[in-house]
């Protein structure tokens, strides 16, 4: 299984940026689908999840700015990113708690690369 985001790049505060995150390979069925961000010198954190019943959380620090989005029939997971402040530099990772096979009840955790955002004038 193998997570491919995209979307990250350069942009100007109070600007958007549409991440995209395509999961592939043995996929018989996928779970919560999240992003996280690493900023320079600090900790890896939750900014959105999304479960496959369409459940949606969100740290106060995105609420109302950030929206998570899924299209099941891609295996696709999408983070809208609005309002954008220089706080939101980051590099942005996504997550997704996925099971492979039909007869093994096994869930794996699978992360992609991250994608660069950078939020400047």
């Known amino acids: 299984v193998q997570l491919q985001a995209s979307g990250g790049g350069l942009v100007q505060p109070g600007g958007s940026l549409r991440l995209s995150c395509a999961a592939s390979?043995?996929?018989?069925?996928?779970?919560?689908m999240n992003w996280y961000r690493q900023a320079p010198g600090k900790q890896r954190e939750l900014v959105a999840s999304?479960?496959?019943?369409?459940?949606?959380n969100y740290p106060d620090s995105v609420k109302g700015r950030f929206t998570i989005t899924r299209d099941n029939g891609k295996n696709t997971v999408y983070l809208q990113m609005n309002s954008l402040k220089a706080e939101d530099t980051a590099v942005y990772y996504c997550?997704?708690?996925?099971?492979?096979?039909?007869?093994?009840?096994?869930?794996?955790?699978?992360w992609g690369k991250g994608t660069l955002v950078t939020v400047s004038s």
């Open positions: 999304r479960t496959s019943g369409g459940s949606t």
């Open positions: 390979g043995s996929i018989f069925s996928i779970n919560a």
């Open positions: 997550n997704a708690a996925i099971r492979s096979s039909p007869v093994v009840p096994k869930v794996g955790d699978y």
